[in-house]
């Protein structure tokens, strides 16, 4: 059986002791990018506002100046996310920070990989940290990984999986769970995908339904709806 077909896109699973089963869903370099772009802007008109107001007091204005764009450089994101688990930048699109295991982000690990942007940085406009999200399958930058940490969507609470109703369809050999939690995943989602990307997911599953591309989508529907009935 191919071992390289276990998980549908870049989606990620833990386990909690408790039982409790945590989907992850790893944020790109795209919407970092604009997270961060928001994060610069709040913090420029800080800087601004902080220099204004410390001109009025000459030389003792401008250590001051001097000490708050320090504190703000590197604090900034470490008190957000240890609070709100986020940046504004971040919580504006729907991102948060967590250890790469799904448990709450601690204090160590976020001062880690913020203190590790300069190396994310090098040698220009955080390259470094591009090349290494873009070589590993969690979009990890360097400061991510030293910390053990990924930037995920988070998922609406509210959020309900529904299967679409479908003649159920028994399976031609046993499923394992994790095989029966990929065929219910690729359902679950479909709604939200396009008619290509459903097509191409199915044809990606092609191992659990050993049918031609134009049945899969089909014979994965009927399945899930077997696993759903208890069968």
Do not use: H
Request: glycine letters at 6%; a neutral charge.
């Amino acid at each position: 059986m191919n071992n390289n077909s276990t998980r549908l896109d870049t989606t990620f699973r833990y386990e909690t002791p408790e039982g409790i089963e945590l989907e992850l869903r790893p944020a790109g370099p795209v919407v970092r990018g604009f997270a961060w772009g928001i994060d610069f802007g709040i913090r420029a008109v800080v800087y601004i506002l902080v220099a204004v107001i410390a001109s009025v007091f000459g030389g003792v204005g401008a250590a001051f100046s001097l000490i708050s764009l320090f504190l703000v450089e590197w604090f900034y994101p470490v008190i957000f996310e240890l609070y709100k688990r986020a940046t504004p930048g971040k919580i504006a699109l729907g991102l948060q920070v967590m250890q790469a295991d799904g448990s709450p982000l601690s204090w160590s690990s976020s001062l880690l990989r913020n203190l590790l942007r300069t190396a994310d940085f090098f040698p220009f406009l955080y390259c470094s940290g591009l090349i290494s999200m873009m070589l590993n399958n969690k979009f990890q930058r360097l400061g991510d990984l030293a910390a053990d940490t990924v930037v995920v969507f988070k998922e609406p609470k509210s959020t309900i999986a529904r299967i679409p109703e479908y003649p159920p369809k028994t399976t031609p050999y046993p499923l394992s769970l994790s095989e029966q939690r990929l065929v219910l995943d690729f359902v679950e989602r479909g709604e939200s995908l396009t008619a290509e990307r459903r097509n191409e997911l199915a044809a990606s599953l092609s191992f659990l339904t050993r049918c031609s591309d134009k049945e899969a989508e089909i014979t994965l529907l009927a399945y899930a709806n077997w696993f759903a009935r208890g069968r």
